[in-house]
C-alpha cells in the first residue's frame, strides 16, 4: 500500500471518534454516550448536541461511569464512556475490570488525551500506562488508532464488537495520512511499506514518525518494512511473526512506556513464534512533564530519529 | 412468576430455613462471612418471596426486577434465596467457593443463573444498579432495581457518586437499602469512619429515606412496598439488623464478619435456629426435638 506523505491535513485523532459517534448514532438508537465533565474536549459534544437525550452526563466521577455504563450495557445498550485516559481507564480500573470485564459487556471505552503529547498539562494527564493495563484484562480489546480517519473506523467498528473496547486517543493535531480506503479491521496488523532489512511496528501516532524514519532510512539503503498494529489486543500473531521471520529484526514504536505496551506485547509474541533481536522506541519508565508537544516528543524519544537509530542498533544485532 | 408468600409468620420461618442453609454452606465452605448473611436473612426473605417480581424458570425474563448485590461478600444470603426460590439445586449450595463451582466465592454474572452482576470491591453494585436504572428509565420500563449495600461498605466514594446520580435523575425505580448492622472487618463502624447522621446525609442527596428494624418482617414488607410506591426520587431504607442474628455467639460481634463456624460452632448454631423455628410454629415439644434433631444434621 501507498501513502503519500506529502501536504498531509492535521487533525487530532478524538476528532474521529466524535464523528464516528454521531455516525453510530444515528444507525443504532441503543447507542448511548455517557461522559465526566469533559464533553468538549473528548468531542462527546458532538454526540450530545444531536441526541441530547441519549447522553448522560455524570459529572467528575469515572468510577461511577464505568458502573452506570455497565448496567446500561445489560439492558442492551452500547455505551461510549469518556475521559482522559489517566482517569479512564486510570481512575476508575477497578470497576473496569470487575463491573465491565468480568461482566463481559458492551461497554466501549475512550481513553482521549493519551501519550506524552497531551503537552502543558504536564505528567498528571499524560496517560503512558493505559495500554499496559487495559490489555492484561481478560474479555478486553484494545485499539491504538494512528490518525483521525482510523480513529473514526475504530470507534465504529468497536460497537458491532462484542464486549468491552477500549479505544486510545491523542488530543495534538497529528497528520492525517490514511483515507477512507485505508483497511481497517480489528485484530489485523496493517502493512504500510515494506522492506526486507527491519520491521517497524506501530501505533497511534507513532506510525506515522514510523514512515517518515522509513523513509530516510530508505535514503541511506535500509528499507523497512512498516507495520501499523493499531489492535493491541486482540494482536496479530501471523502478521507480527511472519514479517520478523521475513525481516530478522524488529523496532517497536509508541507514545506509552516501552514496559507493558505494544513493545512488550511483541517481544510477547515473538519470544514464542519467533526470538529476534528487538529494539524499542517510547518513553522508557518515566512520567512526563510540561511542555509543547513537539518539545515533549523529542525529549521523551518519541521520533522518527529515535525510530532510526534503533533501526541501526538492532541491524547491528541482527544475525 | 414467583408465588408471594404473603403470610408474615411463613415468611419468618422461611428466614430461618435460610439462616440453616446458610451455617450449613459456610461450615462445608470453611471460609466466608457469616454475620452479614444471617442478619440480611430476613430482608431477602422479604424480598425473593414476596417483594420482587421475579420467574425462577426464566431468569432472564426482560420485565424482572433486579437485585443488585453490592456487598458482594454476603453472598451466602442470596445463594440461598435463589437456591430455595428455584434458580438452581439445593445441593449446589454445598459446592459454596469449590473448585468448578456455580458459587463463586463472590458473586459472578456469568456463574449462576439469577446473578446480575459481578460484586466483591465494594462499591462497584451502587453505580450498576443506577445503570440499569436510568436505562430502566430511558426504556419506559417498569421494573425496580433493589440494590444491597453494606455500611462499611458506604466508606467508598463510589457510593456517594451513585446517591449524587440517583439523586441527580430521579431514579424513583432504585431501591436501595443499607445493611445497617454497625460492623465491618476492622470493628464498629462508627469507630472505624464515622457515617451518622446517616439517613440525613443520604435525604440530603435526595432521596427518600426510611429507617426501619431489618430483623421484623413487617417492617421489611411496609418499607418495601412504600418505596415501591415513591415518585420522583430514589429510595432507600436503612435497615437495623443484629449482625449474626440468630446465632448468640455470633450476634453484634464484629469478630464473625469474615469468619466461620466449625462443625461444633455450627451444630450449635443450627440448634438455635431451628429451636426459633419451632418456637414460630408453635409446635410441642415431641415435635420440636424432631425438628431439631433434623436440622441440626450436617449431612
Ligand atoms: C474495594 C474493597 N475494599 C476492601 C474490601 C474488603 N472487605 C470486604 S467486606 C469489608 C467490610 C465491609 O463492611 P460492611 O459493608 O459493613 O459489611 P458487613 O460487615 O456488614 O458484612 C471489606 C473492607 C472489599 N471487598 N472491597
Redesign the interface.
Same mark, same amino acid.
Given at each position: 500500500m501507498k501513502l503519500d506523505l506529502s501536504n498531509l491535513k492535521k487533525e487530532a485523532s478524538r476528532e474521529g471518534y466524535g464523528r464516528a459517534l454521531v455516525k453510530l448514532g444515528e444507525k443504532n438508537k441503543e447507542v /448511548?454516550a455517557l461522559c465526566c465533565d469533559l464533553t468538549d474536549s473528548t468531542r462527546v459534544e458532538l454526540f450530545k448536541k444531536k441526541f441530547p437525550?441519549?447522553f448522560?452526563e455524570?459529572?467528575v466521577?469515572e $468510577?461511577?461511569?464505568?458502573?452506570?455504563?455497565?448496567?446500561?450495557?445489560?439492558?442492551g &445498550?452500547i455505551p461510549f464512556m469518556s475521559s482522559y485516559a489517566v482517569f479512564s481507564p486510570g481512575r476508575n480500573w477497578? $470497576?473496569i475490570r470487575?463491573?465491565i470485564c468480568?461482566?463481559?459487556v458492551d461497554v466501549k471505552i475512550q481513553g482521549a488525551h493519551a501519550g506524552i503529547s497531551v503537552g502543558r498539562d504536564g505528567a498528571t494527564h499524560q496517560a503512558l500506562e493505559d495500554i499496559a493495563i487495559t490489555r492484561v484484562l481478560p474479555n478486553m480489546t484494545v485499539l491504538v488508532p494512528c490518525d483521525s480517519i482510523q480513529a473514526e473506523k475504530a470507534t465504529i467498528a468497536s460497537a458491532s464488537k462484542k464486549g468491552p473496547v477500549y479505544i486510545r486517543l491523542s488530543r495534538t493535531k497529528t497528520p492525517l495520512f490514511t483515507d477512507y480506503n485505508t483497511p481497517f479491521k480489528i485484530g489485523k496488523a496493517d502493512i504500510y511499506r515494506s522492506g526486507s532489512d527491519v520491521c517497524i511496528i506501530s501505533c497511534g501516532t507513532m506510525v506515522y514518525e514510523s514512515l517518515i524514519a522509513a523513509d530516510d532510512l530508505a535514503r541511506e539503503g535500509i528499507k523497512a518494512t512498516v507495520m501499523n498494529c493499531h489492535s493491541i489486543k486482540p494482536i496479530d500473531n501471523d502478521t507480527i511473526s511472519s514479517m520478523a521471520r521475513k525481516c530478522g529484526a524488529v523496532v517497536t514504536a509508541e507514545e506509552h512506556q516501552i514496559n507493558g505496551g505494544l513493545g512488550g506485547a511483541v517481544a510477547e509474541v515473538l519470544g514464542k513464534s519467533c526470538p529476534v533481536p528487538i529494539e524499542m522506541v517510547g518513553v522508557l519508565d518515566t512520567f512526563g512533564e510540561s511542555g509543547e508537544p513537539e518539545e515533549l516528543i523529542k525529549k521523551y524519544g518519541c521520533t522518527s530519529k529515535e525510530i532510526i537509530s534503533s533501526v541501526k542498533a538492532v541491524l547491528k544485532r541482527k544475525r | 412468576m414467583i408465588k408471594r408468600v404473603t403470610e408474615i409468620k411463613k415468611l419468618e420461618i422461611l428466614s430461618d430455613n435460610i439462616r440453616e442453609d446458610i451455617i450449613k454452606m459456610l461450615v462445608e465452605a470453611g471460609s466466608g462471612h457469616s454475620a452479614g448473611p444471617l442478619g440480611m436473612a430476613d430482608v431477602f426473605t422479604a424480598l425473593y418471596f414476596n417483594v420482587m417480581n421475579h420467574n425462577p424458570n426464566d431468569p432472564e425474563w426482560k420485565d424482572r426486577d433486579r437485585l443488585i448485590l453490592s456487598n458482594g461478600h454476603i453472598c451466602p444470603v442470596l445463594y440461598a434465596v435463589l437456591a430455595r426460590s428455584g434458580y438452581f439445586a439445593m445441593k449446589e449450595l454445598k459446592t459454596l467457593r469449590k473448585l468448578g463451582s456455580i458459587l463463586q466465592g463472590h458473586p @459472578?454474572? @456469568?456463574s449462576a443463573p439469577g446473578i446480575?452482576?459481578?460484586?466483591?470491591?465494594l462499591? $462497584?453494585?451502587?453505580? /450498576?444498579?443506577?445503570?440499569?436504572?436510568?436505562?430502566?428509565k430511558?426504556?419506559k &420500563?417498569r421494573f425496580k432495581v433493589f440494590l444491597s449495600m453494606g455500611d462499611g461498605e458506604c466508606d467508598e466514594? $463510589?457510593c456517594w457518586?451513585?446517591f449524587?446520580?440517583a439523586g441527580k435523575n430521579k431514579l424513583d425505580n432504585l431501591i436501595a437499602f443499607i445493611d445497617r448492622n454497625f460492623i465491618q472487618i476492622d470493628g464498629n463502624t462508627e469507630q472505624i469512619m464515622p457515617l451518622e447522621p446517616l439517613a440525613d446525609k443520604i435525604k440530603s442527596f435526595n432521596w427518600n429515606v426510611q429507617v426501619i428494624d431489618g430483623n421484623n418482617m413487617k417492617q421489611i414488607i411496609s418499607a418495601f412496598s412504600k418505596a415501591k410506591a415513591s415518585k420522583g426520587k430514589p429510595s432507600m431504607i436503612i435497615c437495623k439488623t443484629i449482625p449474626g442474628k440468630g446465632v448468640s455467639f455470633m450476634e453484634r460481634r464484629f469478630e464473625w464478619h469474615g469468619k466461620v463456624p466449625v462443625k461444633d460452632e455450627a451444630l450449635k448454631a443450627l440448634h438455635e435456629i431451628c429451636e426459633h423455628e419451632c418456637k414460630l410454629r408453635k409446635w410441642d415439644s415431641q415435635k420440636c426435638k424432631l425438628l431439631i434433631n433434623k436440622c441440626g444434621m450436617l449431612e
Open positions: /448511548v437525550e441519549r448522560i455524570i459529572g466521577a $468510577q461511577n461511569m464505568a458502573g452506570i455504563a455497565a448496567g446500561l450495557a445489560m439492558l &445498550k477497578d $470497576q470487575v463491573s468480568y461482566n463481559n | @459472578h454474572r @456469568h446480575e452482576t459481578s460484586t466483591g470491591p462499591g $462497584q453494585g451502587s453505580s /450498576v444498579a443506577a445503570g440499569i436504572a436510568y436505562g430502566a430511558m426504556d &420500563k466514594g $463510589q457518586e451513585t449524587m446520580f
